[in-house]
């Protein structure tokens, strides 16, 4: 059975930080690269990270850029969301997904499995 279980969410001050983790089972995790995303309320749901499995190349939306780090520890088959420096804007359930390719897609629709999401609450 494929899951992605992220943990690591709560509720912080402006200039706080979180680390999130995404653990997976159930797939080959070297064969797929791992994103998050998020969704705030009444928004869409937004990709904010992505890292590559291919050579670990990462990417981020410019709203986090400088201030999220992602990261993966294929041991464990986990990914980590590093963020620092938070802001009430970043306050939104997160995401994990997994994407059948060793490149990162920005896109939803090519995620293969996804996690049951986390609330990361910044408040001012």
């Known amino acids: 059975e494929v899951q992605l279980v992220e943990s690591g969410g709560g509720l912080v001050q402006a200039g706080g930080s979180l680390r999130l983790s995404c653990a997976a089972s159930?797939?080959?995790?070297?064969?797929?690269?791992i994103g998050w995303f998020r969704q705030a309320p009444g928004k869409e749901r937004e990709g904010v990270s992505c890292?590559?499995?291919?050579?670990?190349?990462?990417y981020y939306a410019d709203s986090v850029k400088g201030r999220f780090t992602i990261s993966s520890d294929n041991a464990k088959n986990t990914v980590y969301l590093q963020m620092n420096s938070l802001k009430p804007e970043d306050t939104a359930v997160y995401y994990c997904a997994a994407v059948s390719s060793v490149l990162c897609s920005w896109y939803r629709r090519e995620y293969d499995y996804w996690g049951q999401g986390t609330q990361v609450t910044v408040s001012s």
């Open positions: 890292i590559s499995s291919s050579d670990g190349s990462t």
């Open positions: 159930g797939f080959t995790f070297d064969d797929y690269a």
